[in-house]
Structure formats: structure tokens, C-alpha cells
């Protein structure tokens, strides 16, 4: 292992790739021979690194380009390489293999899908296709389909496939059919080999198969595998942290002859654990190559001195990393302001106050901020704030707020209950969730009401006698029937507009679809649903609005969803995801909901390693503010309807003192969580302490003003006392639901429980946060 530590042997500093380049990035180009990595801090520059050194390979080592491999995750990463290489060595550039994994390997994959048994111009799956595919399968085997929901199916086949397991391996596990006996799905297993069998039978992969089948050519082929391991004699590999066991396992093989592979990441930015990356691919990166070449790129040209060294301090508390030290020549900048809201809807205005506020002080564009959150629902709030003020804004990598499709359709659905002739909303909703109510059924309900005259109610709820019959006519009959209820219980006044959105969203069969779709996509729009009903509780709970109607409610939302189509060439205010901001930066950004079972999720706290990579997700949101990082949470939270205390986050407690603005000293964090959150809520405020180094500092009482700056205190007290839970146990998590416990672990003194929650699988949890509630004991 040779690790460099800053000394240059540049030996001609005058090739026009190099200008621009500090000491340690030379080193990264110019050493090309052998395993190297490339461990490339937030913001130190590694594209012009990467694209560099394959400039450098080809011009210095008289390799072809087509004998280079170079692989990224996105399209527009690798257009931008290209386009790099280019301005350097001309149009050969476009004869390199360069791409995406997916990209690349259907290449091979073409030339050599014979040895597979695949035609050349094999179909590629998408995901509609796979889901069409299973549920034919899953009536052929005549399963229920709400047991084995299609998309629940096709995420345990992608799970199982990324990690190297085929449907023979699987059916033959014993582990894999406990597994799926807990799921409910004992026959998984065989929707798996039939999946697989058709898919091969009608030549077609799906997006996993391309990798997969990728692997297989390569390890069980030696004529193929000697063909392309002399072919690609550099190999590059960019975002390495965000690889899975299928990609490592491709490169490493087609590397083990010219071993000159290259790879460049960050592991303090693995955050796509959820889509199979696995950060071991590069924390053993130096294993796997003994003889390696460390690189780090520890010079930060994108960000101030107080967010680097935020950045440094949040990230120490991580065990499991490739230790560096990020630092940076820029100015110091300003501290980092904390900002503290008695409700999300406060701390929505609150943000949106200080973006104005920095705005003009500042001479500044729109497009100098952006707004970051943990979940996509979380937009809503801060779309309004915004809309209020008139600032543009624009969503990435998600719809706003009101355009996704889930809360359109329960909009839909609100907006026929007040208006029975919305035609618009009829066509939404009539069939949705699905009531064998077709297309034929909805034209010809139309043309009978235009052909008599009738209103479209008359038609659906007075004549449809006259013109349908049989299951289609009771159909339509109860939906009608559905909507004149609600209708009448509105009319009559004797609920409010949340509780009628409520039993509308229930009674529908809307939120019900949508709770009982466990993946990840389901998850995210019933949140979505919930979100929308919280909107319409924090509506009629405000004391501003005369009219707290149904109604009028709807007429606010009109105007919202009413603005201009997004152009990214307009200057508006960036609004998105923390995972969607990975690559990206602003000068000015606002990470909001800075509070527990929001950030970390709750889905996040079951496991160190799971904490670790939502502590690195942390990370990645500090690092994409260039000069003023501003940090938000609510103390109330509407949650289910309701209004909600919520806690400060243990990750505001992980950033150092000196980057924060002013901050007041506080509660010191117990080593017991209990007693730090049993702390927190007491209505009496002493003099907070926090220890810094091996003191324990005094400050003054914690501040009541909406808002301040502060460093604070976590915990999560347990609902139950969990000193006597024992396996067999009913418990309740305050977001996975009711479990049965299934194990219990305790190693060097943390102790764990495995639950088997009734609607989602097993989880393993930390008892010290698991928030459970003990609902019945084991008998004696």
C-alpha cells in the first residue's frame, strides 16, 4: 500500500489538463499504473480529477479509447465527463466506454447475449412491464394479489438480485422460505423462478438482469471473462460509495489482469443504502488490494471554513469511514444559525422570511437558495410560505406538493363532493381505487347525460336505471351513494372540514390502497395523503381564516396549483429532497425538520449502521451550502391530523460550538436517553449545561421565543419500561405498528430486539430508541 501525502512528481506541468490542479490532485492524475483510490471530500473537485486522468492515460500511456471503462450512475455525469475528455482529445473521446453500469453492460451485453440464451435486440423490462408480468403470474398461480401485491413482489425479486441470489439459490434457502413464511408469501420463491423463466422465454431483462447477467458472463464464462479482461486495460469508476455487491463484482473481475482500476468516491456521502449500495464496496477497497494507491482529496474549494469544519465535526462521530481531514482556503464565513419554530407552519414562515431577508441585504438571486428536507411531504409548508410571498420556486426530483398524483386524486375527490357536476373530478375518481367501472362505462354515462339534458348527478344518481345494468350499475349506484352521504353530513354541518376529508380519504378505499402497498414508492404517497389531511387541519385550526370550509379550502389550493410550469432557466428558489441534492450546490441553503423520528427517520434508528448512514445523509446536506448553512425544526408538528411535540434532533448536538451563531449552552446530553428526554419535556427550565472537552459549562435558562440559536438536547424515552420485554411480547412502534418480538440480543451492553411488525417484516431495534410500547406480556 503506498499512501500519498502531498508531495508531487509531476514531471511535465505544462500539459493543459493539469493546469488548475493542487499538489494531491497531480498525484491522483498522474499516477495511473495499479489499484488506486481516490477518497474525494465534498466539493474538492473530483470530476476534473476523473476525466484528468483518463485525459492523462490516453495521451501518456498510447492506449486506444476504446480500452478504457469508465462508469458513473447518471446519464448527466457521464455526458459531462465526455464532454471533458473531449475538450482535451477531440472526438476519439466518443470511442471510450464510458457510461452508466446500465449503459455499459447492455453494450456487452448485445454482443454477447447468445452464451445467455437471449437474442441481440433482447426487450428491456421497465418497471410497468415487471408488474404486469407478475400479476399474470399471480393469477396463473391463482394467489391473492392484496397478499402478493405485484409491487411488493418485484422489490423482494430486485432486492434478491442485487444481492447475487438467483431464483434456484433462493427456492433452495432455508433462510429465504422463513422469510417469506414471516412476509405471508410462502410462494414467493415460485413467482420468482416463473418471473425469471418468462422474462428469458419473451427475451427480455428487466434493469436488474442487465447487471446480473452481466456477473454471470463474466464468472462462469473464462472465454468471455480473458476476452474483456484484456480489452479494458484502465478501468474508472466514479461515485464508487454508491456501487452494489452486483457492480464491485463486475469490475473487480474484469480488472484482475491489468489491475489498473481507479476508483474515486466519498464514503462520508453513502446515503443510497435503501437502492442496494453497499459502503463496505469501498471501506474495503484497500483490502481486496493490498498493493493500492490511497489518493485524498482534502482541499474543499465550494465551501466556508465554519460549514467544512460543521461538516468535519458531524461526521467524526461515524465509526465506520476512511478518515480524513476536509479543510479549505475560503474565507471563514458566517457561523451556522439554528432557527427554532413553535410549529412546522411557523418555522415554514420563518424560513422563507430569512431567504427574503438574505435576499436583499445580500444583492442576491433566487436561485442562490434552496430549501432541503428530509421527506418529499414535507414541501407543502414551505410551497405555501412562498406562494404567500410571492417567491418562485421550483421542485427537483419530485412533483410539488399538490401535483402528485395521490393527493390530486384526493383532491378530486373533495372537489365532487362540493360540486356533484365537476365532470373533471368525476373522471378522476369514479374509478379510483378500481371498481370494475371502465372507459366504455364513463363515455356512455356522458353521452346519455348530454343526449337527455341531464346534469351528470341526475344521470348517476337519478336515470342510471335507464341505461345500465347489472355489477357495472350497482357499482356506480354505491359511489354515488358514497358521495351524497358525505355530501349531506357537510351540508348539515355537523363536521368540520377535516373530519369529512377524513371519512372521504377512508370510506373511499384511497388511503386504505395505499397503507397496504409496503414499498417504498407506497410508503411515500400515503405519507403524502397524510400530509394533505394535516394541511387541512392546520387550515381549520388557524383563527386567520373566516371561512374554515371545505370550500374554501379548495379554493386556496386552486390558486397554488395554479403557477407557471417549472423552467430551470428561470431564477426561482430551489426546493428538494436531501437525497436529490447529492452533486448539487447553493450558496445560501435551509435544512428544515432538524427533529427526531423526521431526521434521523424513524425507519433509521434501528441499527448503528442504519444511524451512521443517516448521519452521513447530514453530512451531504451541510456540504451542499457554499456560504451560509441555516438549520431548522419545530417544537409541534401536525402528525395523523393532530398537533404533535416533536424533539430537537441528536444531530444538532454533533455539530461543533464554534460554527454555530451565538449559541446559548444547554441541557448537558445524558449518557441514559430517558433522563435526557425526561429532561427535555419538564415544563421547569434550570440552568442548562452542555460538556465541552472534560468540563460541564453552565449557560443561561433555555429561551422561549419562537426564534433563537441554540445547540440542544435529544432522547427518546422508551412508552414502556422495556427492562421486562421478552420474546413473544405484542409491542407497538409509534411507525412500524403493532410486532410480535421474535429474538432479543445483547452485546457489550446494547441491547436489541428483533420484531416481526405485522405490515412491513422484521426490524431490528435498538431498545435505548426504539420507542415501543409493551402491549401484552408473555404468559407465565
Known amino acids: ?356 431577508e438574505q435576499k436583499l441585504s445580500n444583492q442576491l438571486l433566487y436561485k442562490d437558495f434552496s430549501i432541503l428536507y428530509r421527506t418529499n411531504n414535507q414541501s407543502r409548508n414551505f410551497e405555501e410560505a412562498l406562494r404567500k410571498r410571492n417567491v418562485p420556486y421550483r421542485i427537483v426530483g419530485g412533483f410539488s406538493f399538490y401535483q402528485r398524483k395521490e393527493v390530486k386524486d384526493l383532491l378530486a375527490y373533495f372537489r365532487f363532493v362540493v360540486n356533484h357536476n365537476d365532470a373533471e373530478a368525476f373522471k378522476k375518481i369514479i374509478n379510483m381505487p378500481k371498481r370494475g367501472i371502465g372507459p366504455i362505462t364513463i363515455d356512455k354515462i356522458f353521452a346519455v347525460a348530454a343526449e337527455k339534458g341531464w346534469s351528470l348527478w341526475e344521470t348517476i344518481g337519478s336515470h342510471l336505471d335507464s341505461f345500465l345494468s347489472g355489477s357495472t350499475a350497482l357499482a356506480v349506484s354505491r359511489f354515488a351513494t358514497f358521495i351524497k352521504n358525505v355530501a349531506l353530513r357537510l351540508d348539515m354541518e355537523k363536521e368540520n372540514a377535516y373530519t369529512i376529508a377524513t371519512t372521504i380519504a377512508q370510506e373511499s378505499g384511497l388511503l386504505k390502497e395505499l397503507y397496504e402497498d409496503k414499498t417504498v414508492e407506497g410508503l411515500a404517497r400515503h405519507a403524502h395523503i397524510q400530509e394533505l389531511l394535516n394541511s387541512i387541519k392546520a387550515f381549520i385550526d388557524n383563527p386567520e381564516n373566516s371561512d374554515p370550509s371545505l370550500g374554501n379550502f379548495l379554493q386556496e389550493i386552486a390558486l397554488i396549483t395554479n403557477g407557471d410550469q417549472d423552467n430551470p432557466d428561470k431564477d426561482t428558489v430551489t426546493l428538494m429532497t436531501i437525497h436529490s441534492s447529492k452533486g448539487l450546490e447553493f450558496k445560501y441553503v435551509y435544512l428544515t425538520g432538524m427533529e427526531e423520528e423526521l431526521f434521523p427517520s424513524p425507519m433509521m434508528i434501528g441499527s448503528k449502521m442504519d444511524l451512521e448512514e443517516e448521519r452521513r445523509l447530514f453530512y451531504v446536506a451541510v456540504t451542499r451550502a457554499k456560504l451560509k448553512l441555516t438549520l431548522s425544526y419545530a417544537l409541534s408538528r401536525y402528525r395523523f391530523g393532530k398537533l404533535t411535540s416533536t424533539r430537537p434532533s441528536r444531530f444538532l448536538n454533533e455539530i461543533a460550538l464554534d460554527c454555530v451563531n451565538s449559541p446559548p449552552l444547554q441541557a448537558q446530553i445524558a449518557s441514559n436517553p430517558k433522563t435526557s428526554s425526561s429532561a427535555y419535556r419538564s415544563k421547569a427550565t434550570p440552568k442548562s449545561t452542555i460538556k465541552k472537552g472534560g468540563d460541564v459549562l453552565e449557560g443561561p435558562p433555555v429561551k422561549t421565543s419562537s426564534r433563537h440559536y441554540a445547540h440542544l438536547p435529544h432522547g427518546s424515552a422508551s412508552c414502556s419500561d422495556l427492562t421486562t420485554l421478552q420474546v413473544d411480547n405484542e409491542v407497538l412502534h409509534t411507525h412500524f405498528g403493532k410486532g410480535k418480538v421474535v429474538e432479543l440480543v445483547e452485546a457489550a451492553g446494547v441491547r436489541k430486539a428483533v420484531v416481526l411488525f405485522h405490515n412491513i417484516g422484521e426490524k431490528t431495534l435498538l431498545l435505548n430508541y426504539a420507542r415501543l410500547q409493551i402491549l401484552t406480556k408473555k404468559p407465565v
Not at 428491456?124 to 402478493?148: A, H, M, R
Not at 483490502?287 to 490511497?294: E, S
Open 1 to 356: 500500500m503506498v499512501t500519498t501525502s502531498g508531495q508531487s512528481t509531476v514531471a511535465d506541468a505544462t500539459k493543459a489538463y493539469l493546469s488548475g490542479l493542487n499538489d494531491m490532485q497531480k498525484v491522483a492524475v498522474l499516477n495511473t499504473e495499479g489499484p488506486s483510490i481516490v477518497i474525494a471530500g465534498a466539493g474538492s473537485g473530483k470530476t476534473k480529477v476523473l476525466t484528468s486522468r483518463i485525459a492523462h492515460v490516453l495521451q501518456e500511456n498510447k492506449v486506444a479509447p476504446d480500452q478504457i471503462l469508465a462508469l458513473t450512475f447518471t446519464n448527466k455525469a457521464a455526458a459531462e465527463m465526455r464532454q471533458r475528455i473531449e475538450l482535451v482529445i477531440g472526438e476519439k473521446a466518443k470511442f471510450i466506454w464510458l457510461g452508466t453500469f446500465h449503459s455499459v453492460f447492455v453494450k456487452l451485453l448485445r454482443r454477447e447475449a447468445a452464451h445467455l440464451g437471449y437474442p441481440a435486440h433482447f426487450s428491456i423490462y421497465d418497471s410497468d412491464d415487471s408488474k404486469s408480468l407478475i400479476k399474470q403470474i399471480i393469477k396463473e398461480l391463482g394467489l391473492d394479489d392484496k397478499v402478493y401485491k405485484p409491487g411488493v413482489v418485484l422489490g423482494r425479486i430486485s432486492h434478491a438480485k442485487g444481492r447475487l441470489i438467483t431464483p434456484q439459490v433462493y427456492a433452495t434457502d432455508p433462510t429465504y422460505q422463513t422469510e417469506d413464511a414471516r412476509m405471508r408469501m410462502p410462494r414467493f420463491s415460485e413467482i420468482f423462478l416463473r418471473y425469471s423463466n418468462h422474462a428469458q422465454k419473451a427475451g427480455a431483462m428487466d434493469f436488474d438482469d442487465l447487471l446480473l447477467h452481466t456477473h454471470t458472463l463474466l464468472h462462469t464464462n473464462d472465454e468471455l471473462r480473458a476476452k474483456y479482461q484484456q480489452k479494458f486495460r484502465y478501468l474508472f469508476i466514479d461515485e464508487f460509495q454508491d456501487t452494489n455487491l452486483v457492480q464491485y463484482g463486475i469490475v473487480k473481475k474484469l480488472a484482475e489482469q491489468h489491475q489498473n482500476i481507479c476508483v474515486v468516491g466519498d464514503d462520508a456521502q453513502s446515503i443510497y443504502a435503501f437502492r442496494g449500495a453497499d459502503i463496505q464496496n469501498i471501506l474495503h477497497f484497500t483490502r481486496d488490494y493490498p498493493n493500492h494507491q490511497m489518493v485524498k482529496l482534502e482541499q474543499n474549494y465550494r465551501s466556508t471554513q465554519h460549514i467544512v469544519h460543521a461538516a468535519n465535526s458531524i461526521i467524526s462521530h461515524n465509526e465506520a469511514q476512511l478518515k480524513k481531514k476536509v479543510w479549505t482556503e475560503n474565507t471563514a464565513g458566517e457561523s451556522i444559525d439554528i432557527v427554532r419554530a413553535m410549529s412546522d407552519l411557523e418555522e415554514s414562515r420563518l424560513v422563507v422570511d430569512s431567504l427574503l
